[in-house]
């Protein structure tokens, strides 16, 4: 299986913050890396996939950025919508995993 | 607008099967690239993928469980079914059904909105 690894495991920031949230594979995955936001109570919300491709609807401020192994998620700008836990995910191979979990908190 | 619905009894008791179904709209199951699949997430915990099916009855599972899996689809009713067999506690959870559109997405776009499950006595 390929492990994904996130880290920090939580963060505080504040708004109009930027935040960088990162995912290592333990292994190369291509480009079949997507980042999901859940906020408590609902379910996950796919914000990027292939890397770096925003789904639609979802805000600019919102990228994503990496090769390989490592990848990123930034929010630039953060604001008071985006306090939420982010997970990464893998679909280069089966079976398909996610990291553990983001957490960005207030400040 | 493509949605997914979870139904399903969702209290077992340990040693029992667990069945979900999960009715997908606006899509259809025969649509070249879909797949429909299953998440759960433990309280304050992490996702973890379960199984999928994909347009073509191509079906994968987690190995972890793949013993105690089976996901089938209904075509005619645009449903799928998640079994678990051997219902334990630590298979408390909330049950996502999961919607991937193509391969070039590799992602889940559409999620429904949960089953929260519970295995107790």
């Known amino acids: 299986d390929i492990q994904m690894t996130q880290s920090p495991s939580s963060v505080s920031a504040s708004v109009g913050d930027r935040v960088t949230i990162t995912c290592r594979a333990s292994?190369?995955?291509?480009?079949?890396l997507a980042w999901y936001q859940q906020k408590p109570g609902k379910a996950p919300n796919l914000l990027i996939y292939t890397i770096s491709t925003l789904q639609s609807g979802v805000p600019s401020r919102f990228s994503g950025s990496g090769s390989g192994t490592d990848f990123t998620l930034t929010i630039s700008n953060l604001q008071p919508e985006d306090f939420a836990t982010y997970f990464c995910?893998?679909?280069?191979?089966?079976?398909?995993?996610f990291g553990q979990g983001t957490k960005v908190e207030v400040k | 607008q493509i949605t997914l619905k979870e139904s399903g009894l969702t209290l077992v008791k340990p040693t029992q099967t667990l069945t979900l179904t999960c009715t997908l709209s606006?899509?259809?199951?025969?649509?070249?690239?879909?797949?429909v699949g299953w998440v759960r997430q433990p309280p304050g915990k992490a996702l973890e993928w379960l199984a999928i099916?994909?347009?073509?009855?191509?079906?994968h599972y987690s190995p972890s469980l793949k013993n105690r899996l089976t996901i089938t689809k209904d075509t005619s009713k645009n449903q799928v079914v998640l079994t678990m067999t051997d219902m334990e506690a630590v298979d408390t959870a909330t049950y996502y059904c999961v919607h991937r559109p193509r391969s070039s997405v590799g992602a889940f776009d559409v999620w429904g909105q949960g089953a929260m499950v519970t295995v107790s006595s």
């Open positions: 606006g899509r259809s199951l025969t649509y070249g690239g879909v797949g």
């Open positions: 292994q190369g995955i291509s480009s079949w």
């Open positions: 099916i994909f347009w073509n009855d191509d079906g």
């Open positions: 995910q893998q679909t280069h191979n089966f079976p398909w995993t």
